[in-house]
């Protein structure tokens, strides 16, 4: 009998621990919601036993009523118990500006280069067969966990851009965009600026261009045999008052794979077959 991957061990441990974590809130709901409204039940009860005894009237209730005082002790012991956890939310919410930043769906795609005046047919290729520049894209949230607005700052930490990349010296470091800044036709109104309101979610891209490392083709296409992979660490941190917070980091890692075959695949579109044949079976005609 084959053995369950890892995969659906994981999943069931992650199972496993999601269920137990839900018992332990309702077990835990439970315990405090019958402490609370024994207490709320017992205090009225004392209540109505102190005006008994000042007044000397004895109180008798028809039973239903018993079952309105029952309802009315557990609303308020609920209410209780929500302002409560309220509270103790508050306290894990700093009052300082504190951005966390998630990056997903990298992807990274040919550069192309429009036609002069439009006129042309858009090419990704250049006229010597080398690439005009590719884009690595990643989708991003960017969230202040503070309530205290701050300014998001990042650099770029480290790269590997596998054997036939490299970084332009335009914007060195990236550039982030805010789609909540789109308009209903889906263009861009306006760069990201970097302020992050408090308590606020801005969703976003950020990309950075690049150029092959060799702008002699025939050295170029043979760095394509083995491209290595692509790993992006970018490190961030909040500008604030007082000066910076600490810094995080997040990894863009993608395969170079598919940049490999898409090059090959404009060589082939454009009539460089020789070099098509060669990224494809390592054969130079």
């Known amino acids: 009998m084959s053995q369950p991957s890892k995969s659906i061990l994981e999943k069931n441990v992650e199972y496993r621990k999601r269920f137990l974590r839900g018992y332990s809130m309702i ?16 205090a009225l009860s004392t209540l109505l036993g102190i005006y008994s005894q000042v007044t000397g009237k004895n109180i008798l209730f028809l039973p239903w009523v018993y079952g309105v005082v029952a309802l009315f002790c557990f609303i308020g012991a609920n209410i209780q118990i929500y302002n409560q956890m309220k509270k103790k939310m508050r306290q894990y ?13 990298p992807e990274i795609s040919l550069k192309v280069n429009p036609g002069r005046f439009g006129y042309e ?26 309530r205290e607005m701050g300014v998001f700052e990042w650099e770029l930490s ?38 992050v309101k408090g308590r606020e979610r801005i969703n976003g891209g950020w990309s950075l261009e690049l150029e092959p490392s060799d702008n002699h083709v025939d050295e170029f ?14 490190v961030y941190w909040t500008k604030k008052l007082g000066g910076k917070g600490r810094k995080k980091q997040v990894v863009i890692a993608a395969d170079l794979s598919g940049l490999v075959s898409d090059i090959a695949d404009r060589w082939e579109r454009e009539g460089w077959v020789k070099y098509t044949q060669f990224v494809r079976e390592g054969k130079l005609n």
Do not use: M
Not at 134 to 141: L, M, P, Y
């Open 27 to 42: 077990f835990n709901y439970l315990k405090d919601i019958s402490k609370e409204w024994t207490s709320w039940i017992f």
């Open 158 to 195: 480290s790269t590997l851009l596998g054997s036939f990349l490299k970084i332009t010296d335009i914007e060195p470091n990236g550039k982030f965009a805010n789609y909540n800044n789109r308009s209903p036709n889906g263009y861009q109104l306006s760069d990201f600026s970097g302020e």
């Open 221 to 234: 296409i043979k760095l394509l045999l083995d491209p290595g992979k692509l790993e992006i660490v970018i």
């Open 121 to 146: 047919e858009d090419r990704a290729i250049g006229k010597n067969g080398i690439p005009f520049g590719i884009i690595v894209r990643v989708d991003c949230e960017i969230e202040n966990l503070g």
């Open 93 to 105: 919410e700093g009052e300082e500006a504190d951005l966390q930043l998630a990056v997903s769906h």
